[in-house]
């Protein structure tokens, strides 16, 4: 088991970045894939961005390629999510999550932290 838990959210203008973190408890980190979806209000969680459990492979939604960076730190049991050159419709609470294997449904992930809000002003 692993609990989780995202910083790093706030409000910033359209074109700004952000690094938003994600901290596991448990000696177990290392062995998941990791993932952050998002959800803005009045729709349905999304996938954004995962990562293997030894961060040599990566995978990104569409909209969010050559923008988002996923990267981990298993010594610190953290998951990262750098965002870059970012747009009024990335706003959303963003969440991380653990699974077994690289997924970009939700459903296939059996931990979530308890997300973090991200802003942009246009």
């Known amino acids: 088991q692993v609990q989780l838990v995202e910083s790093g959210g706030g409000l910033v203008q359209a074109g700004g970045s952000l690094r938003l973190s994600c901290a596991g408890a448990?000696?177990?980190?290392?062995?998941?894939?990791m993932g952050w979806f998002r959800q803005a209000p009045g729709k349905e969680r999304e996938f954004v961005a995962a990562?293997?459990?030894?961060?040599?492979?990566?995978y990104y939604t569409d909209s969010v390629k050559g923008r988002f960076t996923i990267s981990r730190d298993n010594a610190k049991n953290t998951v990262y999510l750098q965002m870059n050159d970012l747009k009024p419709e990335d706003t959303a609470v963003y969440y991380c999550?653990?699974?077994?294997?690289?997924?970009?449904?939700?459903?296939?992930?059996?931990?979530w932290g308890q997300g973090t809000q991200v802003t942009v002003s246009s």
């Open positions: 990562i293997n459990w030894s961060g040599s492979y990566k």
């Open positions: 448990g000696r177990t980190f290392g062995r998941y894939a």
């Open positions: 999550a653990a699974a077994d294997k690289v997924a970009g449904s939700a459903s296939e992930y059996d931990y």
